[in-house]
């Protein structure tokens, strides 16, 4: 029998045998967590030095891509606005109005407007490499660029609240005091200051490594099935599932946007509980 191709180097990507069919006697090569390892480009192929990867080379990209939208679209900004400029402003209007302003208030807000729309253009073009042909792969797929970005907006929180109320305000705010709990105080303030010191950046990150990284994961099981199905009788499994591949992607470009717009609102809320007075 016939077994999907293992490479002997942990970091590479695991190819499937191109000529593996169902009813050619060689099991359904299915996606893991090899299918998230790349060899890196350059560097140390043991990962015990610098090296640059695929996933490396894409945030790169990424991040160029958004930098050069921008200044192309603002460099000499008219009264009267071309399409790049139209496009552009429409996409952060409704960051700093739909986000910005809603969570925080105009007032406030308008200072963080900034950070918000880079977060939020930064992670959508980050989801949406997934269903660019070549590219093929969410950069947040991996771990680290969530939980990065998660520890920018967590130092960002911190330090403001305590810069806003001083440390003893600041601890109320992070432990919830309030004195009309009595007796149950310690205890609230307990979990409190866990849930918002510890567990609210680890959800943070998680929420969106855990959507793209299940997204991508759906994608690779229905594309590889698609070709996996192609042989004899197993074309028309192969056809059912190549539309499955058309509809996730379909779903795919919406979650990217969305998990995008949810990492920038807990992002807007969090500077909000910041700024906020703690009675």
Same mark, same amino acid.
């Not at 996409?91 to 986000?99: E, L, M, N, P, Q």
């Not at 105080?185 to 969106?208: D, Q, W, Y």
């Given at each position: 029998?016939?077994?999907?191709?293992?490479?002997?180097?942990?970091?590479?990507?695991?190819?499937?045998?191109?000529?593996?069919?169902?009813?050619?006697?060689?099991?359904?090569?299915?996606?893991?967590?090899?299918?998230?390892?790349?060899?890196?480009?350059?560097?140390?192929?043991?990962?015990?030095?610098?090296?640059?990867?695929?996933?490396?080379?894409?945030?790169?990209?990424?991040?160029?891509?958004?930098?050069? #939208?921008?200044?192309?679209? #603002?460099?000499?900004?008219?009264?009267?606005?071309?399409?790049?400029?139209?496009?552009?402003?429409?996409?952060?209007? #409704?960051?700093?109005?739909?986000?910005?302003?809603?969570?925080?208030?105009?007032?406030?807000?308008?200072?963080?407007?900034?950070?918000?729309?880079?977060?939020?253009?930064?992670?959508?073009?980050?989801?949406?490499?997934?269903?660019?042909?070549?590219?093929?792969?969410?950069?947040?797929?991996?771990?680290?660029?969530?939980?990065?970005?998660?520890?920018?907006?967590?130092?960002?929180?911190?330090?403001?609240?305590?810069?806003?109320?001083? #440390?003893?305000?600041?601890?109320?705010?992070?432990?919830?005091?309030?004195?009309?709990?009595?007796?149950?105080?310690?205890?609230?303030?307990?979990?409190?200051?866990?849930?918002?010191?510890?567990?609210?950046?680890?959800?943070?990150?998680?929420?969106?490594?855990?959507?793209?990284?299940?997204?991508?994961?759906?994608?690779?099981?229905?594309?590889?099935?698609?070709?996996?199905?192609?042989?004899?009788?197993?074309?028309?499994?192969?056809?059912?599932?190549?539309?499955?591949?058309?509809?996730?992607?379909?779903?795919?470009?919406?979650?990217?946007?969305?998990?995008?717009?949810?990492?920038?609102?807990?992002?807007?809320?969090?500077?909000?509980?910041?700024?906020?007075?703690?009675?």
């Amino acid at each position: 029998m016939k077994e999907p191709a293992v490479s002997a180097d942990p970091t590479q990507v695991l190819a499937f045998e191109t000529d593996c069919h169902l009813f050619d006697g060689c099991g359904f090569p299915a996606p893991g967590l090899h299918s998230f390892m790349f060899e890196p480009l350059w560097g140390d192929a043991d990962g015990n030095g610098l090296y640059f990867n695929k996933p490396m080379l894409l945030a790169l990209l990424g991040s160029i891509i958004v930098v050069g #939208f921008f200044w192309a679209a #603002f460099r000499k900004p008219k009264m009267v606005p071309g399409k790049l400029q139209m496009v552009a402003e429409a996409g952060y209007d #409704f960051v700093r109005r739909g986000i910005v302003y809603e969570t925080i208030g105009k007032k406030e807000g308008d200072k963080y407007v900034p950070l918000a729309v880079s977060l939020f253009f930064f992670i959508w073009m980050m989801n949406i490499w997934s269903i660019v042909p070549v590219a093929s792969f969410p950069v947040t797929s991996i771990i680290a660029y969530p939980a990065g970005l998660a520890g920018i907006v967590y130092i960002t929180w911190v330090s403001l609240t305590f810069k806003r109320h001083g #440390f003893v305000g600041a601890m109320k705010n992070f432990t919830g005091y309030d004195k009309t709990l009595g007796p149950v105080l310690p205890l609230a303030m307990g979990i409190e200051f866990v849930s918002n010191l510890v567990v609210r950046p680890f959800t943070h990150a998680v929420r969106l490594f855990a959507n793209m990284f299940a997204g991508h994961t759906l994608l690779l099981l229905f594309t590889i099935a698609s070709w996996y199905m192609l042989n004899g009788i197993g074309i028309a499994y192969s056809g059912i599932s190549f539309v499955m591949v058309i509809v996730m992607t379909a779903f795919e470009l919406f979650i990217q946007a969305v998990q995008a717009y949810v990492f920038v609102l807990l992002t807007c809320t969090f500077i909000q509980g910041a700024l906020a007075e703690h009675h």
